[in-house]
């Protein structure tokens, strides 16, 4: 079945240092890709998605690119903030079995001023 | 906001015991999605209902079941509790079945004592 493997955290980064985690996925189709947060005490907000191969996803600053080859799916910051701390999950949608997320293990991010 | 209600926040029960969750989708919004949060298994897909019928069934427990109503409001009945039911649980809402952006609500945390 489809999956979703990402780096486990806690990852720990000073106030404009420099993003990364990372996101591989399983999958016997073409799926669509997501970031989601998960700030404290709140529910999943969407970051950014990608729908097909080589499409780059972007919001706040945070950007992720669609690698096929690679099965990956980044994530990317070129600078955090405080306000950055939160829980982050890479997730999957096969289009032709539904609307079902797949997640992966979620990345608590920590920035620290 | 995401425009998803979630009742109650917070439940604390005992184990053996049954309680209700319940959701209010979207404003429009046909499908309703249902999700465990918990710290070994992660997020895992429970159960999706589309327009009152039941679509996709994921990972969930005979114990468990949900529903959708005519006004599409949704519930998801936990029975027989255990202490490793404790967790949040998500409900998700869009507006078709397949290829559509998916909201969340905050979460409803069940604690099973």
């Known amino acids: 079945g489809d999956s979703v493997t990402q780096m486990e955290g806690p990852v720990t980064l000073s106030e404009e240092a420099f993003l990364t985690i990372n996101c591989t996925y399983t999958?016997?189709?073409?799926?669509?890709l997501f970031w989601y947060v998960q700030y404290p005490g709140e529910g999943l907000q969407l970051l950014l998605k990608?729908?097909?191969?080589?499409d780059k996803g972007s919001n706040k600053g945070f950007e992720a690119t669609y690698r096929k080859e690679t099965t990956s799916f980044h994530l990317e910051k070129g600078s955090v903030q405080v306000s950055d701390s939160a829980v982050y999950f890479c997730?999957?949608?096969?289009?032709?079995?539904?609307?079902?997320?797949?997640f992966g293990g979620g990345t608590r991010l920590m920035v620290k001023p | 906001d995401s425009g998803v209600t979630q009742t109650p926040k917070h439940l604390i029960t005992a184990t053996g015991q049954r309680v209700t969750l319940r959701c209010s989708p979207r404003?429009?919004?046909?499908?309703v999605y249902w999700y465990q949060q918990s710290l070994d298994q992660g997020l895992q897909f429970l159960i999706q209902y589309y327009n009152g019928e039941e679509r996709a069934k994921g990972n969930i427990l005979e114990r468990f079941s949900a529903q959708q109503f005519p006004d599409l409001h949704s519930e998801l009945n936990l029975s027989s509790l255990e202490l490793g039911d404790s967790a949040l649980y998500f409900c998700?809402?869009?507006?078709?079945?397949?290829?559509?952006?998916?909201?969340f609500g905050s979460g409803t945390r069940l604690t099973v004592v």
């Open positions: 997730a999957l949608r096969d289009d032709n079995a539904g609307n079902m997320l797949t």
């Open positions: 998700a809402s869009s507006p078709l079945s397949g290829g559509s952006d998916v909201g």
């Open positions: 404003s429009g919004d046909l499908s």
């Open positions: 990608a729908t097909k191969a080589d």
């Open positions: 999958a016997t189709g073409y799926p669509s």
